[in-house]
Structure formats: C-alpha cells, structure tokens
C-alpha cells in the first residue's frame, strides 16, 4: 500500500542548533500537511503544502515540497526549547486519504 | 463546546469488557476519524466517517467498531477488550476542503 516514510526517528539537538525532517512517498500527493504533537499532548496542525516546489515559512520553520509532490522537508533554525516534540508529516494520496509518517521526535540536549 | 472533546480523559479496563470511546465536535465537520497511538509510534488509523451515516475502514480495524448517526458524535467501540488495544486514542475531524485534520485531547487506555 501506498506509505510516507519519515526520518529520523529521532533527533537529538543541543539548544540553537538547526532540526530537520524528511518525509517520502512511494507515490505523488495531492498535499502534504505538517503536525506539531507537544509531549502528551495531541497533534496540532502547522501547515499545508499543494504546489509542486512549494515552500512556506513560519518564523523559524521552513517547510519545502519536492518538484515531483513525492517529499517534503521540515526545516527548524536554532531550535528552542518550545520546539520539543514530535513532528508528523501526512500525505493526501489519490484517494483522498491522509498517510502518515512515522514522526520525527525533537529532542532538546540538557 | 469548542472544537473536538473525547471522554473520558482516561480509563483502565478489565480484559473482556466492553467500552466506548465518546468523540463529539462542534465544527460541522464532514469526516471524522479514530487513531491509535502507541509509544514511540505513529498515528494508526483505526475508522474514519466521511459524512454522517457512513463509516470505512482504516489501518487497524480489528476489535473495533464505530457508528455515525449523525455529524457531531462518532463513537469507538471495544466490544471485547484485550490487553493489546492499551494506547492512547485521539478523535479526530476534518472539513472536507481543506482535509486539515482536528484533533481532540485524547483519551488513555489501559487494558489489563
């Protein structure tokens, strides 16, 4: 079946350093949507993507669609300890339905 | 009401009993949907609903039922609980033109 593959699992970052996460399709998406889930928290919308080479950016968060609607990337400048958490992205395929990656977890140094 | 509430918030069950998940939104949402959420893990889908009345399959169905009987409630079904459906549970809904997905609070179950 079709799947979104997302690495890494995890990322360890000291505080002020860069974050980034990689989502891949088997097949072309119709969009990609970015989660934020706060530790015991709920998964909590962050942004959407449609066109082919699309990017987006909140505040220290760039988000990019690939030419082919088949990765994505999240990309966190000089994380914040508010970054912590696990970051989703999910895929709508050709049937309307939204797959899911695995998540990334940020994980701030101490 | 304010968006999407589960209850309850948490609930440890006994093997073999049944339970059911409450989910309501008060977004006039088309879809509505039930993961599953393990540690470490990512989102599973358990059912969704595109529109009242009806209800599909997802990812994880076994052991699971839900109905729809009208836009704002969708409920989750255990009819027999086993120990494996320990997980967190989150509700979710969408409108269908923009497929953002809403998520409620959760709710936490353990099964012994």
């Known amino acids: 079946g079709q799947q979104v593959m997302q690495i890494p699992q995890y990322q360890h970052v000291q505080e002020g350093e860069d974050f980034t996460t990689y989502c891949n399709s088997s097949t072309t998406l119709s969009n990609i949507q970015w989660y934020k889930q706060r530790p015991g928290g709920h998964p909590v919308f962050l942004i959407q993507l449609v066109k082919s080479g699309e990017v987006k950016k909140q505040k220290r968060l760039t988000f990019q669609f690939g030419e082919a609607k088949k990765n994505s990337s999240l990309h966190i400048t000089a994380t914040q300890t508010t970054d912590v958490g696990t970051y989703f992205c999910a895929g709508l395929d050709s049937n309307y339905q939204l797959i899911w990656g695995a998540g990334t977890k940020l994980i701030i140094k101490p | 009401i304010a968006g999407i509430t589960q209850a309850p918030t948490s609930q440890i069950l006994a093997a073999g009993r049944r339970m059911t998940l409450r989910c309501t939104q008060d977004m006039r949402h088309n879809a509505m949907y039930w993961y599953r959420q393990d540690l470490g893990l990512g989102l599973r889908l358990i059912h969704y609903?595109?529109?009242?009345?009806?209800?599909g399959k997802g990812e994880v169905p076994d052991g699971y039922s839900v109905s729809r009987a009208n836009t704002d409630d969708f409920p989750l079904t255990l009819a027999s609980a086993v120990p494996s459906q320990t997980s967190v549970y989150f509700c979710?809904?969408?409108?269908?033109?923009?497929?953002?997905?809403?998520f409620g609070p959760g709710t936490r179950l353990t099964v012994l």
């Open positions: 979710a809904s969408s409108d269908k033109d923009t497929d953002t997905q809403y």
């Open positions: 609903s595109n529109t009242a009345g009806t209800t």
